[in-house]
């Protein structure tokens, strides 16, 4: 089945410093996977993903992920935090079964500090 | 312009009560779902739509009944509603089945508290 972790419920980080959200996956085949970000009271919202191709991916507000197969991670990250990057960040897997169901991580509160 | 609207934003209702929340996708997507996400944060699809068509059903208690009267619109009923069913409701849309080669956008969340 496929499965998705984030291991740290919480990441804090000082503004202007790189800042790294962890996340592991384990899948049935060619993984598809993805990074939202939560905003308070509002929706998810897409920062990028990882289909095939560069095993590094860019996506929004300078976001980027490494995917390395060998360590089953797709690790978020960002060269110098925002205090405004503060939010509930989700990574997430596609199901194999082509459903278009994604299972999601459990979240990680990323609090950045001034 | 809103992608994905959902209405209400806020619910609070009584156990036992029926409850609809509806849900508009203006981005021309095929494919519509609804999530939940509990008070721990975690989230979980619910259903989703292709088409007009059921594409999951995960174990969801049959007192929740998605509607696709068409493809931009997807609403969710809910039937006697329970303590548990307070969470807050996600719908969201994607062009074709998420997760192959696109990704979803998603609405304002509803809020359901059910007392």
């Known amino acids: 089945a496929q499965s998705v972790a984030q291991p740290e419920d919480q990441v804090n980080v000082a503004e202007g410093n790189p800042l790294t959200v962890k996340c592991t996956y384990s899948?049935?085949?060619?993984?598809?996977l993805f990074w939202y970000v939560q905003y308070p009271n509002r929706g998810l919202q897409f920062l990028l993903k990882?289909?095939?191709?560069?095993?590094l991916v860019k996506g929004s507000y300078g976001f980027e992920a490494e995917f390395n197969k060998s360590q089953t991670s797709f690790h978020l990250k960002k060269p110098s935090a925002l205090v405004s990057d503060s939010a509930l960040y989700f990574c997430?897997?596609?199901?194999?079964?082509?459903?278009?169901?994604?299972?999601f991580g459990q979240g990680t509160t990323l609090q950045v500090k001034p | 312009d809103t992608a994905v609207s959902q209405t209400p934003k806020y619910l609070v209702t009584q156990m036992g009560n029926d409850k609809s929340i509806k849900c508009e996708q203006n981005l021309g997507h095929d494919t519509m779902y609804w999530y939940k996400q509990d008070s721990k944060k975690f989230l979980k699809i619910m259903f989703s739509y292709n088409n007009k068509e059921l594409i999951i059903n995960e174990t969801v208690p049959n007192r929740f009944s998605p509607k696709s009267p068409d493809k931009a619109h997807l609403n969710l009923h809910i039937n006697s509603l329970e303590l548990g069913d307070s969470a807050v409701y996600f719908c969201?849309?994607?062009?074709?089945?998420?997760?192959?080669?696109?990704?979803?956008?998603f609405g304002q969340g509803t809020r359901l508290t059910v007392v």
């Open positions: 899948v049935s085949g060619n993984p598809y």
């Open positions: 997430a897997v596609s199901d194999s079964g082509n459903t278009g169901k994604l299972i």
């Open positions: 990882y289909i095939t191709g560069d095993n």
């Open positions: 969201a849309s994607s062009q074709g089945l998420q997760g192959s080669n696109t990704e979803a956008f």
